[in-house]
């Protein structure tokens, strides 16, 4: 009886040492299987993560560098002769232009456009920096007319597609590029010192302007000054603006006005009453400004 209890016993154990050893190895593979599903999970998580992390940081860099690099809008042009280009670039005649000599509080002689004779194949018109000879030799630093809602272009307006100022103006005056149809670049370069200031009607009724790029000297922009500008969506404005004029933008289209600075800098220009009408659904984009950098104008 004894040895047959032991003989028991032994196969009892025997059993229960392989049942021990099957729930270890299946344990093991449960073991192996969780672990798997843990890395896959585990990996999943760790892409989602760094997809957003990566995501938050362009986003980061590319405010950071829309408000260190601010884009302006312009077009490329390397002609230096003043006057009038065709079609394919080609320089056809020099500007046939009216100056008016003048002073500056400091007496020093300048000069002003006051009427421009085009050509019937002009495209393009680059401005002159300077006129005179010797004594009289002079910086030209504005350009006006008196010629009522007229442009100061005297004949074919209507071919004018570009402006290009290669020198700085100080003075941009009333209406002297409004209504040109074909209109659709215009850009004024810059000066160190000064301040240039655009007058009321200047660009009014050029609908087919897309591309403005006004000085970094920028002061004023007369009332009216780019009002049915209707292919006209979006520019830039220089952190120097002082003032806008009441109806500067009305009748376009405009989907962004980027200032060149900050929320403070933006609301300290002097805004006359209506300079927003028809800016419906348009953001003021403040270009140096990171953490809330949009004014939305409903």
């Not at 002769?81 to 008016?100: A, R």
């Not at 920096?129 to 005297?154: D, M, R, Y």
Request: a negative charge; aromatic letters at 12%; proline letters at 2%.
């Amino acid at each position: 009886m004894e040895e047959k209890e032991t003989v028991i016993e032994t196969e009892n154990v025997e059993e229960s040492v392989e049942i021990l050893d099957k729930t270890q190895t299946e344990s093991k593979k449960m073991s192996l299987k969780e672990k798997k599903a843990t890395w896959i999970f585990g990996s999943i998580g760790v892409f989602l993560v760094a997809a957003l992390t990566t995501i938050i940081i362009a986003g980061t860099i590319n405010d950071e560098a829309r408000a260190n690099h601010p884009v302006y809008y312009y077009f490329d042009w390397n002609k230096d002769l003043p006057g009038f280009y065709d079609k394919d670039d080609k320089f056809i005649g020099e500007n046939l232009t009216t100056f008016e000599a003048k002073k500056d509080n400091a007496e020093n002689l300048y000069y002003e456009i006051t009427k421009v004779s085009s050509y019937s194949k002009a495209v393009t018109y680059v401005l002159p920096s300077v006129h005179g000879e010797g004594e009289l030799k002079a910086p030209v630093q504005s350009i006006s007319t008196s010629n009522g809602e007229n442009s100061i272009f005297n004949d074919y307006q209507e071919n004018i597609a570009a402006i290009y100022a290669q020198s700085f103006y100080k003075n941009i005056g009333s209406y002297v590029f409004a209504n040109l149809p074909a209109l659709k670049k215009v850009e004024f370069r810059s000066a160190p010192a000064g301040k240039q200031d655009i007058g009321h009607h200047a660009f009014y009724g050029d609908t087919a302007l897309t591309q403005v790029t006004l000085a970094n000297n920028l002061s004023t922009l007369g009332e009216s000054a780019f009002e049915g500008c209707s292919s006209l969506t979006e520019i830039t404005l220089s952190n120097s603006l002082a003032k806008i004029g009441a109806n500067v933008f009305k009748g376009c289209n405009m989907g962004y006005i980027n200032f060149n600075g900050t929320r403070s800098q933006w609301n300290a220009v002097t805004k006359e009453e209506g300079w927003d009408e028809g800016l419906s659904e348009c953001y003021i984009q403040l270009l140096q400004e990171r953490e809330n950098p949009y004014i939305y104008i409903k």
